[in-house]
């Protein structure tokens, strides 16, 4: 029974925080790796474009909410995802064309690109800031839990609860959905090979016939459909705060990497490296070892490796040793 | 003389709107943008070395600000002696082992072949040592934070002027440009970028969650002076009969002994903020001069010339016999050093240590600005850089409110839309600042001034 009550903590506290966790940052991982697979840049704006695209959910939710709109048990945020997407597709379009493509027609340095990717940060946060200002704001309504640790410890007797929240089942469900689109998307069609091709050999695809303009465009479809979800999955499980989604491009940046930059399914992966290392090294298992151990075992102090002020810190140090030791990432990136 | 003509009067302008903001709003606030700016300039002159002068990206400059603002508390604050009493043998052992670490690791790095074994062995030394570090800081740590913890709370520093923190900084910095170097300093350009912004992060959170440094979020306040204080100046005779003296003509008309008096008193007490802020602007003066001097000997000397040549072609450098590797650690580590610099100059200028004000927004990104838009490769160009974007960053609130208020101006007062945007005009220094670096970027990629190379 202990050791089941021992399970429950950790599933509790940390595998289904992480999970979830994990999932947000897949997709913005999938996103920046990506940009830098077939634009070739690092796009230092991809938490702010996040941000963008969930402003328009948050935005939309409230107005949907003031017409008496809902979707019963689930977060109205989900009908408008719709939207807010092609409102995320239709600034990245017109960033990518007023600012992006003049330095990719002139072939310039990635590092330029990056350095323009800047500036773009710099106008999104302040567009974000002028329409919705940077306060904490949450939009999540509908039901909250799917499973009450108070339900749970009825149900089973186990003196330790299971929580599940709605939006942790939700972030799973649709990172699934849109995850495995994508990769059938890139693997099976015709467009996913060609842009895959472009991502490899730009010469060689413009050479076979491929168009281009359209990778670009599709890609910023894919970007502007995978920042969206992303970020509107975040604010649901947590909540909408411009200045927390600008910071996440960090941890983002060390999904994308870790998982080796420009390969799709590494960035996926990586999300869950970065997540669940953050989560399993600053958790305090001294309640898991209570469970675990015999009474005269029991340790009295927290059992914490690192305090939780160091969250960011971990992925940072799991980024900084990958690149010591991998710089292509553990899943060998520039492979679209 | 005539090629200079662009750079006489880009800062001719520059000053001029810095005299206009005195003019208009008042001389204390000039000189406050004055002085930001001078510590930005020595900030762009750090950039601009490592970017400008071998193309190194490092986006890690929060990092070093921080740790120069830190070598300001570690310096100046007087020591804690019921701290030290408590913890600070701990302390000191665990630096001992950190110590150790390092010399074990990098003994068996050279002593023992590549091989699994020693791959262990290092993971060994690693796991042990944080225990170590752990089982010895941890008690420590506890007691020093108990000790008064509304007032201090931790160590202290040396207790020494705090002058001699500048210097403390550039040297704080410069160590952890080395380490950071020797990490990161392979990597690819953007690789570089995300690598130095990550571990400058790292930095910040250790300087704001390790209480027992430096108080942590808590916040250091103050902090000594160079300059003397309002205060004490206020009531000393010299600068009463000076602040007489200056104003004697406004004086002489008024008639009332009572009334001069108060008048008198008003005056001193704002000349006396003007006059210590001037003698931060001739520190900060001395400090950017001299910096200026040595980068420019340096970017026209031999070293300088290698140093163009590594950036312009890594290949053809190293064929000819320069050490790239060695010369990019080099200069990653003298940028640095000049950040640390400013951000023991901050720290100075403001009187207080404020962890959580580091963001990399305004301590990576405007830095970044302000040495392209000013010029990249130019030192003057770099220091007219962070002149004129800190201008607008600060400015740019008032000068949104003005436009907005201009386009609105046939909108009621209570008009909703009106009101939104007054509320928001303090973002729009963002906007601002973008656009000025995608406009620079797009059709002045060299900067305001160019890059200029002499040949002799």
């Not at chain 2, 005299?19 to 406050?32: D, E, H, R």
Request: proline share 4%.
């Amino acid at each position: 029974m202990d050791f089941i009550n021992a399970i429950l903590v950790l599933l509790n506290y940390t595998i289904v925080p992480a999970l979830t966790y994990g999932s947000q940052l897949a997709l913005g991982a999938i996103f920046v790796t990506l940009i830098y697979g077939i634009l070739r840049f690092a796009n230092f704006a991809t938490g702010d474009m996040m941000s963008f695209g969930t402003m328009f959910a948050v935005l939309l939710t409230y107005y949907f909410q003031s017409l008496g709109i809902n979707l019963g048990i689930f977060p109205t945020a989900l009908i408008t995802i719709p939207f807010a997407t092609f409102m995320m597709i239709l600034y990245m379009l017109s960033i990518d064309k007023f600012v992006f493509e003049y330095y990719r027609i002139k072939k310039s340095p990635p590092v330029q690109l990056a350095m323009v990717s800047v500036g773009v940060m710099f106008v999104t946060q302040a567009i974000i800031r002028i329409i919705i200002g940077p306060a904490d704001r949450t939009f999540l309504d509908g039901q909250k839990f799917i499973l009450k640790a108070s339900e749970f410890k009825e149900m089973t007797g186990l003196s330790e609860g299971l929580t599940i929240k709605s939006t942790q089942a939700i972030t799973l469900v649709v990172t699934m959905i849109v995850v495995s689109i994508m990769f059938w998307f890139l693997n099976r069609t015709k467009t996913g090979t060609s842009m895959r091709a472009y991502s490899d050999n730009e010469d060689l695809a413009l050479l076979s016939g491929i168009d281009p303009k359209r990778v670009v465009l599709i890609t910023w479809i894919i970007a502007g459909i995978l920042a969206t979800i992303g970020g509107i999955l975040y604010g649901l499980d947590k909540s909408y705060k411009p200045f927390v989604y600008f910071n996440n491009m960090l941890p983002i940046f060390a999904a994308a990497i870790v998982g080796g930059i420009g390969n799709p399914f590494g960035a996926f992966l990586g999300g869950y490296v970065i997540a669940f290392s953050e989560i399993f090294l600053t958790y305090a298992y001294k309640k898991f070892f209570t469970y675990i151990l015999p009474e005269a075992l029991e340790p009295n102090s927290m059992i914490q490796l690192l305090s939780t002020d160091y969250k960011f810190a971990v992925s940072f140090s799991i980024l900084v040793i990958v690149l010591l030791f991998r710089p292509s990432g553990i899943f060998k990136g520039k492979t679209l | 003389m005539k090629q200079y003509t662009n750079v006489i009067t880009a800062y001719l302008i520059m000053f001029m709107l810095i005299i206009l903001v005195g003019i208009f709003q008042s001389w204390s606030l000039a000189l406050t943008i004055l002085n930001y700016c001078l510590i930005s300039a020595v900030m762009t002159i750090g950039a601009n070395i490592q970017w400008g002068y071998a193309g190194l990206i490092n986006f890690g400059i929060m990092g070093y600000t921080a740790l120069g603002g830190l070598a300001v508390v570690l310096v100046s604050v007087a020591p804690v002696g019921e701290a030290w009493r408590v913890g600070g043998l701990n302390i000191m052992i665990c630096l001992g082992v950190i110590i150790g670490m390092v010399f074990s690791i990098r003994f068996s790095l050279k002593k023992i072949e590549k091989s699994k074994k020693r791959n262990y062995l290092i993971a060994a030394i690693i796991v042990i040592g944080i225990l170590l570090l752990r089982l010895i800081s941890a008690p420590a740590i506890e007691s020093i934070e108990a000790v008064e913890p509304a007032k201090t709370g931790f160590l202290g520093g040396l207790g020494l002027p705090v002058l001699f923190s500048w210097i403390a900084g550039a040297f704080l910095a410069a160590g952890l440009a080395f380490v950071v170097g020797k990490i990161a300093l392979g990597l690819r350009a953007d690789y570089l970028a995300i690598a130095t912004l990550l571990i400058a992060e790292i930095v910040v959170s250790i300087i704001k969650h390790e209480d027992w440094l430096a108080r942590g979020v808590k916040n250091v306040i103050g902090l000594k002076r160079p300059a003397p204080y309002e205060i004490n100046l206020q009531q000393t005779p010299w600068f009463i009969d000076l602040v007489e003296k200056f104003h004697s003509g406004k004086l002489a008309l008024i008639n009332s002994v009572s009334e001069k008096q108060e008048v008198l008193n008003q005056l001193v007490i704002n000349a006396s903020s003007i006059y210590v802020k001037l003698c931060f602007t001739g520190l900060f003066l001395t400090v950017v001069v001299i910096l200026l001097i040595v980068t420019q000997k340096a970017l026209y000397s031999p070293w300088g010339r290698m140093m163009r040549a590594i950036r312009d072609n890594e290949e053809a450098a190293g064929a000819m016999g320069k050490n790239v590797v060695k010369q990019h650690l080099l200069i990653f580590i003298l940028g640095s050093a000049i950040v640390g610099i400013a951000g023991a100059m901050m720290v100075t200028n403001d009187g207080l240590f404020t962890p959580g004000s580091y963001r990399p927004m305004r301590y990576t990104f405007v830095i970044w600005v302000m040495v392209i838009v000013g010029g990249t490769g130019n030192n003057f160009g770099a220091i007219l850089g962070g002149f004129f974007v800190w201008f607008l960053w600060v400015e740019a609130a008032p000068i949104a409110l003005f436009i907005i208020n201009l386009f609105t101006s046939h909108l009621p007062e209570t008009n909703e839309i009106r009101v939104h945007l007054i509320n928001s005009a303090p973002y729009f220094r963002f906007l601002m600042i973008g656009i000025g670096l995608l406009v620079i970027m797009r059709f002045r990629p060299q900067g305001i001034l160019p890059e200029k190379i002499i040949k002799n």
